[in-house]
């Protein structure tokens, strides 16, 4: 049944193919978990496991490769779907030393910018990492590569949409993942803030702290945004960023970080100097406080506006800030 199952070397498998062949691979899975020999002998489990791992490495990565030169169309995001399927249910009744293994075959594609015809792309990679995220965030170890690996490449990569996606399937679902461990998700949370806020690229730092901004603007959040200088000259550069969306986000962070300073009566007047004081906020004027942000956020979102009649009733706001 296997052999019925694999595909050519060079052929495109049909979707449905590849999908018959994942759901053969699950549901070797309690026959293989299972430790009576009469279902199963050491020598035919050994020889199941053996023909599972080379799904990995003769079918789905040399399929992964060819899927990478190709046009990112439906047929090639439907395959590869269909592949990371199989991958997954391959790689779920591996050993933890194959699971690592092929982790560390797809990082190679982020840690390189050369791609070769044996290297999957970084955006198949990136659907690749997505789906062996459970596996991947057991490991400490290989939490961190790939954290630096994503992060470096999002800082790098000119493709705007490609590094969304990967801030979505890779940081986003890893930090969903180390959520369950609060010692892993503070470090995680600490090592992202930290690198988004060291970048000199505005808009792509916006970019990201809004899409994880529900782990870092959260009560109790081991990475407050909200005490980092940097994190508040990133969102003063975006609310001026000739980019529209840029602004809009950084409107956004700021509403965010006022609405969260009142629910938990955050105290934010500590800072060594008054010069450096970007957002200030302290429980016993919380009210006051909340009104001025209210009258800045209203004019900045008015200022965005093209109508002059729509501007000019809130002009006199300004001078209340």
Known sequence: LFESLLWPK??????????????????????????????????????????????????????????????????????????????????????????????????????SSEEDGDRVSVR???????????????????????????????????????????????ILMLLNCCSSSSSASSGVLKRVLDELCSWDNTERTLMCLTVLSDHFLSHHSPADPRLSPRFWRTVQEGLIDRDSVSRKRALYLLKRCAALSEEDDFNCLHSSSEKDMLFKWAPDKSRLLREFWEDYVLVMETLEENQIHVVRPVLNRIDAL
């Open 10 to 111: 060079e052929a495109w498998p049909e979707t449905e193919r590849t999908d018959a062949l994942t759901a053969l691979v699950e549901g070797l899975g309690p026959l293989l978990s299972h430790s009576d020999s009469a279902l199963l002998t050491d020598a035919a489990r050994l020889c199941v496991q053996s023909k599972i791992e080379s799904i990995i490495w003769s079918k789905c990565f040399p399929f992964l490769s060819r899927l990478s030169t190709e046009e990112d169309d439906a047929r090639s995001r439907e395959s590869t779907a269909a592949v990371c399927r199989l991958i997954r249910a391959c790689v779920a009744l591996c050993s933890e030393n194959v699971q690592k293994r092929v982790i560390l075959s797809v990082l190679h594609s982020f840690q």
């Open 124 to 170: 198949v990679a990136t659907e690749v990492l997505a789906v062996l995220m459970p596996f991947l965030a057991a490991d400490e170890h290989l939490t961190l590569s790939t954290l630096n690996s994503a992060l470096a490449i999002i800082r790098s990569l000119p493709d705007a949409p490609l590094v969304s996606r990967i801030t979505v399937r890779i």
